[in-house]
């Protein structure tokens, strides 16, 4: 019922910059808040920016000032520009929706397959 579409990502020099975009699509009602997690080999899944309804943003620490999130309401799409990157970023960065589908009353929670980002020189 609801498809999620990432894009972006690959190799980056350290200082660089990339984004990231994330577009839901399907049978959607609602979107109520928006974000990307990151994964990196060994570690768990960690939270790195969120966007709500009201446009409320944030930040891990570690990319605060570096990394800004953003949306397109009218794309159902998420966004990640990521500057001044590092190579503790490398990661699979995962973004997620919480929205509600057409039809129901119930938030439901939406995953995308993830897209690997390495910073290396």
């Known amino acids: 019922q609801v498809q999620i579409a990432e894009s972006g990502g690959g190799v980056v020099r350290p200082g660089g910059s990339q984004r990231l975009s994330c577009v839901a699509s399907?049978?959607?009602?609602?979107?109520?808040?928006m974000g990307w997690y990151r994964q990196a080999p060994g570690r768990q899944r960690d939270s790195v920016a969120s966007?709500?309804?009201?446009?409320?943003?944030n930040y891990v620490e570690s990319v605060q000032g570096r990394f800004t999130i953003s949306r397109d309401i009218d794309k159902n799409t998420v966004y990640l520009q990521m500057n001044s990157l590092k190579p503790e970023d490398t990661a699979v960065y995962y973004c997620?929706?919480?929205?509600?589908?057409?039809?129901?009353?119930?938030?439901?929670?939406?995953w995308g397959h993830g897209i690997q980002v390495t910073v290396s020189s």
């Open positions: 997620y929706f919480h929205l509600v589908l057409s039809g129901s009353l119930q938030y439901t929670e939406h």
């Open positions: 399907g049978s959607i009602d609602s979107i109520y808040a």
């Open positions: 966007i709500s309804n009201a446009g409320i943003t």
